[in-house]
Each structure stands twice: as structure tokens, then as C-alpha cells.
């Protein structure tokens, strides 16, 4: 009998008929032959909702009792869903993260998973009853109740799923799979029916939601097959494994990210270690750097590029002009309202004129590039803000990403 | 140091300012040099409303799974007030109640506590953070979550002073202390400065809230001093210890319980066993019997009145119809819309007369009696519903119970 962990997220239990909804799937299914065990997130926006009411009674409530507040919400969950699919005549039971085995470290609010003992989640496998897990929770080493952060419940449900040995780990959410782009810009988007994990990371933060990243590199790690897919439709989704090229792809999807801004210090004196010190710095102040980009050096010194969320733009700022004279550096601007478009697929690296042709795209649309990385499976591309969406476009029709693969005109 | 247990039930605790305003009471008090260990109940409405969702998901949800659904309202109520309390640079931290130590029997959604290892608490209190338990659960022998049942925060709290040694167990709820009878009722209603475990154990379902009984039963078994006192005023409030008539009370209240049905079973044949037979077949159908009254046989035969909640009327009608010819009855009466008006006193079991002086302001008033019952300390009437609060209120004034007890006329 296959051994299936299902994960269901917020949208999927939102509320009492998709409760049910969920519970009529999964009694049908068990009684189909399947094996199952169930991860779910908390109902809705509960987590806003809790959160909210922790700032309305505490300035700065301490992290251990966030946790102790927040982890209820996927617990709340847990017991409705078990109680909806009880009810329907198959036995369920709810379990915490605690109850489920799931021994975490003692960083609140964002607790590593260190071991995982389910004797509790193969016992009632074993039995024939559902269980059901609440996602994103664990206890600590100290006994302590933790939350492995958003998203958390797609890293509970991929670590189980390895835990158990399943044979797939289902990601349920409210769209039928990972799309090629975001479908709200690029209404030809097209849902993949595979990709791989590597691809999957690269994809970051588009509008489209696609499983935590966390969870993605655990599944990578332990080689734990995904299907992400619609708890709304029930269509097959998206298949992703440690298999490149499933599809004989060479370029998957293009994503967006918003919100981004640049910082160039220019003229600063080339010697080793130069840029360790300012990043360094910057990562002293927790401003998150995403892109680096440094230019070749002419006449000793060089310019450094880097690109940080909108909102750190001020205390990016102040840690680099903090260090300007240290670098000796000669200027320091800034852009904001930026926005990265990104290129993703395995197959690129194997094929020259991808970057080309993304380059050229741009050119022949007038939007500028400010910036540019790239990764062996991705290319990078920092535009105005304003030029973001045209942008993913025109790639997403330059590339044929609306059509199966096999029907994409090739690459030169 | 005295140490105290201080339980804030669920309008205490209902919304962030209530919290907010517990939380100040708290970090005052423990500045002040008493230490501080808190069990707190559900916000507000959330036990009903986590009620309702469950009744939204499953006609016939499983006890297992509700107690992880309902217990979730006090662990939520207990993060908040820790954090509420740390905000405000006293150390706090929340405790489920399995983290608190207590260890319950199996029977979901009304488990009893087996046994409590409080280390945890014993630590924080030590340390100087006031520990904030999560009211009315625990964790099983099966290691599954408990519910203690509805008012079960009362029994956290008695049980964990027991455990602790504590000096005092503060029960703090939206009125000032416990009444002589329902102020909504009587205007006059005195707040008791004292009162003992038997008199409220008498003092059932009235419309002032009171703690519940099983907690009040603990106390008494292991002499734990409550104090029953408002978080909205903050006042002393009442005082319940072991000891009777600390002030010297022959009566303490007056108390009455609407929806109230009888039956009557008449020219039942009086021979041994024969009430044994009826009330074992009501207790298999379980129907909750409250007052029995057998009149005294005449030729033979004899008369057997008992009342039952009224929503259970047809059941016990269908029960006593299925008993009558085994029972030899000739026939049976049923009255609904029945009330119960009892006097309460630890003093009146060595006054003659309180009684007589009871029937004689009920008649005066032209108030029929249906049904008498009493206790060594307790006087209780059946009347027609219409009449209860008229009933309250003169006996209220009868016996003088809007003075303090030093300045009532003595009883003949």
C-alpha cells in the first residue's frame, strides 16, 4: 500500500466547508487503499490574527510564549480535521508536534527540526486511523513548545514524509501546481508537471505560491518526491524530484520579486578582503543582501553593487556610509523601487544564448538592466520596478513558456 | 514569602485590555514581595465558539479530538498573559497544563487529575517568574491531551495550591465575592466577607457565579483557603475556608435553580427495593435525578416524587411509564415549569424553627410549596417557576440577609 503524506496549507482549511472538503478527500482516498498521514497549517489568517493579539497585549512579547501562542493555531486545526474526517467513518487523530515526535532546537519563533521519533504517527498508520499533524511545531531540547516559522508546516510535512519513508509528500494550497510565471501577470502561465528541486529553489518569491524553500532543500536532501497541487481542484499538479530535465526543459519559468533596492559604493580600494568587511558589517546590522555584484577592477579599485529589500534601504545605507572611508571609497548611491526578474531552468547551463536572448528581450523592450547574476540554473535581472511585469512578459512569450516543452522552438 | 495561586476566570481575561489590567495587578503584586503562580481560563466566549466550529465540521466529533480543540482557548489565554505580564519587566512564562504536571485519567472532555509533579511551576516560582498554567487540562496516562470540563479552570487552580503548599487560592472573577442570593434578583444581596466549603457546596446554581463545585469539593478535602474575588474591582471579596459560622451566620443565602420538572409516582406498592428499581432505571437512561421525596405509605401503598431537569422530562416519562406495572403504580403525574428556592446555613442545623419560619414567609405570600427537601444545612422548596424570584426575594428579607450578621434579629 502506497505511504502518502499530505500537507494541507491555510487556504485549504480555511474554514469549516473546506474542512469537510478536505475530510470527504482523505476519507475517500484511505478508503481507496492508500496509506495516509496529514500535516496541516493553521485555518486561515490565524497566525496574522494570533500575532495581532500578541502586539495589542505586549510591546515585545517574548519569543517562548509567541511560539506557545502561535503553534495553537495549527493545533486548532488539527483536531478539526480530524474530528470532520472521524466523522465521516474513518478514524483520525490529531497530534502536536510534540505528540508526533518532532524534537526541535531552542530558537523560538524559528526552531531547526534536530530529530523526529513518530512511533505514534506509524502507530496509527499501522492501525488504520489518519493521523493528524499539527504543522510547524515542535518541543524543544528544553522542553519548551517551538515554531519552525512560516511556512513551517511544508518543512513538517517533507520531514515527515522521510521520517516515514512515504513514497510522496503532497503539498496542498490553493493553485493546481507551480507555474511557469506568475499566472495573474502572465495569464498564458503554465502549470509544469514536473520540475526539479534545484529549479524549485531558484524560483524564489514570485506571486505565485510555491512550497517554503526550507522545505524544498530538506525533500533535496533526502531525495523525498513532492506533488504540489490544488486542494480546491484535485487535478494533478506539479511532480518535483531530484530529476533535471524531466521534461527536456531548458527554461522552466520567470519569476519577479518586488521591492528590492540597489546600493553601489564606487571607487573602492581592491585588496583582499575588502568586500568581507562591508558585508560582514551589514550582516552585523541583520540587513539581508541578496545579489553582490562586483566590477572588474581599473586602476586598483572597483565599485560594488548590491541589492537589499526596500525597506533595509536605510540601515543598508547607514552601515555603508559608516564604512565609506574604511573602504575608501569614493561615492555611494542608491536605487530603490527595483525589482528582480529571474530565468530558471536546468537546462540552461548546458545551453548557450539563454542570457542572450533574455538580454536582448529587454533591449527590444526598452527596459534597462541594472544589474545582473547569475547561478548555473538561473539568470538575474535587476529592473526598475515599474518595468517588472512587461518584463516577465515578454520573457514568458520570448521563451514559449505557455507551450509543452517538446513543442518550444529550440534555443540558439 | 507568602506564595498565591491566582486563577482569572474567562471574562477576566476576555479581551487585550482586561489582559493588560491582569497583567498590572500581577507585576504589582509581585514587586510587592508575594509570589505569584496564575492559572488562567479560556477568553472570553472562545470555549463556546471552538464548540461551535466543532459542531460545524462533525455531527458527532470524537472526545479525543475536541479536547485538543478546546484546551487550545486556555493555552492561548495563558501565552497572552505571560507575555502581557513580561512586557511589563516582571518574568512570566506559560506552562500547558501537561507542562504544569498534571496527569489525568483517560476520560476525555471531563478528566479527573490523577496525580500533579508541578516541577516546572516549583522552578519558575523559585527563579522569581510567575508562572501562567493553562486552566482545566492535562495530559492522560495514555499521553493524549485532557479537558477537565467546563469550570475545570477552578480545579487547576485548588489543585495546584494543594500541590504547591500555596498559602491562599484567589479565584477572581467578574463579581465582587459570593452573594447571599442573585443581586440581579435582589438589589440588597450581601457579599459574604466569609463562608465555608459545606455551605457553598449548598449553594448550587444560583445566577451568581460561584466557584464550581468539584473544585470546591478539593478545597475542602485538602483545606485549601480560597478566596473568591472580583478582577474587574479588585476589592477583598470572600473568604472559604473549613470553618463554620466565622461570623456567626445561621443563614448564608438564598439560592433557586429554574427549569425544574417533577414527577410523581403514586399508589406504588411499598415493599423493599422497589425506589432502587426506579432510580437504576432512570440512572441506565441517564436521566439526572436531583430531589427525591417518598411520602410516608398508607395501606400498603405509597407516593414517589422526584425532580429532573426539564429538558430530560420525557425521558424520565418514558422511563417511569415503562417501570409502572412492575412497580405496581396506579398512576403518574408530571410538572414542568418548576423552580428550586433553597436557604443555605451552617448555623441552621442547630436552630430550630428556620424551617417553619421559611414555609410560613413562603405562604404568607400565597407561594405553594411542591416539594420539601432538606440537608443538616440546607432548606429547599419547589415552587412554580413564576413565583422563584418572588420567593428569593422574600425570604431574602425574612431573613434579614441585606445585614451583616451581628445586626440580624435572632431566630426563634
Not at 499501522?126 to 516559522?149: H, R
Request: hydrophobic fraction near 40%; aromatic fraction near 4%; proline fraction near 4%.
Amino acid at each position: 500500500m502506497p505511504l502518502i503524506v499530505e500537507k494541507y496549507g491555510g487556504t485549504s482549511v480555511a474554514n469549516s466547508n473546506r474542512i469537510r472538503e478536505v475530510a470527504a478527500h482523505v476519507a475517500h482516498r484511505q478508503r481507496s487503499g492508500d496509506q495516509l498521514a496529514l500535516v496541516v497549517s493553521a485555518m486561515g489568517s490565524e497566525t496574522d490574527d494570533l500575532l495581532h493579539l500578541a502586539t495589542n497585549v505586549a510591546n515585545n512579547p517574548p519569543e517562548r510564549e509567541l511560539d506557545m501562542l502561535i503553534t495553537g493555531g495549527e493545533r486548532k486545526a488539527c483536531a478539526l480535521v480530524a474530528m470532520a474526517i472521524s466523522d465521516l467513518g474513518v478514524p483520525a487523530a490529531s497530534f502536536t508536534g510534540s505528540q508526533a515526535g518532532f524534537v526541535t532546537d531552542t530558537k523560538h519563533t524559528n526552531a531547526k527540526i534536530l530529530r523526529i521519533t513518530p512511533n505514534r504517527i506509524k502507530d496509527a498508520v499501522a492501525e488504520g486511523t489518519v493521523p493528524v499533524v499539527g504543522g510547524s511545531q515542535g518541543m524543544s531540547v528544553d522542553k519548551d513548545i517551538t515554531f519552525l516559522g512560516r511556512g513551517g508546516s511544508d518543512t513538517t510535512a517533507v520531514a515527515l514524509a522521510h521520517a516515514l519513508n512515504a513514497d510522496v509528500c503532497e503539498l496542498y494550497t490553493d493553485v493546481t501546481g507551480v507555474f511557469s510565471t506568475d499566472p495573474r501577470i502572465v495569464p498564458e502561465a503554465r502549470c509544469m508537471k514536473s520540475t526539479s528541486f534545484r529549479e524549485l529553489l531558484e524560483m524564489t518569491a514570485n506571486g505565485c505560491p510555491k512550497p517554503a524553500m526550507r522545505a524544498v532543500e530538506i525533500a533535496r536532501t533526502y531525495n523525498v518526491k513532492l506533488h504540489v497541487r490544488s486542494a480546491f481542484t484535485w487535478t494533478p499538479g506539479t511532480i518535483v524530484t531530484g530529476e533535471e530535465n524531466m521534461e527536456n526543459v531548458i527554461i522552466s519559468s520567470v519569476t519577479h520579486k518586488i521591492g528590492e533596492a540597489k546600493l553601489t559604493v564606487s571607487g573602492v580600494v581592491d585588496r583582499p578582503g575588502i568586500a568581507a568587511q562591508l558585508f560582514r558589517a551589514l550582516a552585523d546590522k541583520d540587513v539581508n543582501v541578496d545579489m553582490i555584484v562586483q566590477n572588474v577592477s581599473s586602476k586598483g579599485v572597483t565599485d560594488i553593487s548590491f541589492t537589499s529589500p526596500i525597506d533595509q534601504l536605510s540601515a543598508a545605507r547607514e552601515v555603508v556610509n559608516m564604512m565609506k572611508s574604511k573602504l575608501g571609497a569614493s561615492g555611494v548611491r542608491t536605487y530603490d523601487n527595483l525589482a528582480r526578474v529571474s530565468l530558471v531552468g536546468a537546462g540552461m547551463k548546458n545551453t548557450p544564448g539563454v542570457a542572450a536572448r533574455m538580454f536582448e528581450t529587454l533591449a527590444e523592450n526598452g527596459i534597462n538592466i541594472e544589474l545582473i547574476s547569475t547561478s548555473a540554473i538561473r539568470v538575474s535581472c535587476v529592473v526598475k520596478a515599474e518595468h517588472a511585469e512587461r518584463a516577465v512578459a515578454v520573457l514568458h512569450s520570448a521563451f514559449e513558456l505557455e507551450k509543452p516543452p517538446h513543442e518550444r522552438a529550440s534555443l540558439r
